[in-house]
């Protein structure tokens, strides 16, 4: 992401065109974009999660497939 990136910014781009079979890959390194705009992709993930549940019926991550309904799911994932 750019310097100027926000939130929202993040958000639209992942979201534009999104259709299931899709990765979402989002870096989180100041080593790969500007510096900390990890942040804006920390700020977008709660509408990013949201639009992907919108159009998907599985959420694969390296802990395994989450599957709905996903807050208890993601929740889960993230706690391991």
Known sequence: WTASATAGS?????????????????????QFAAPRSWEATLGALPGILTGIAAVVTAIVTEAGVL???YGESIAKALAS
Do not use: A, I, N, Q
Not at 10 to 30: A, M, Y
């Open 10 to 30: 993040v958000e639209r781009t992942v979201l534009r065109g999104l259709t299931g079979g899709g990765t979402v890959l989002l870096h989180d390194s100041d």
């Open 67 to 69: 599957e709905p309904p």
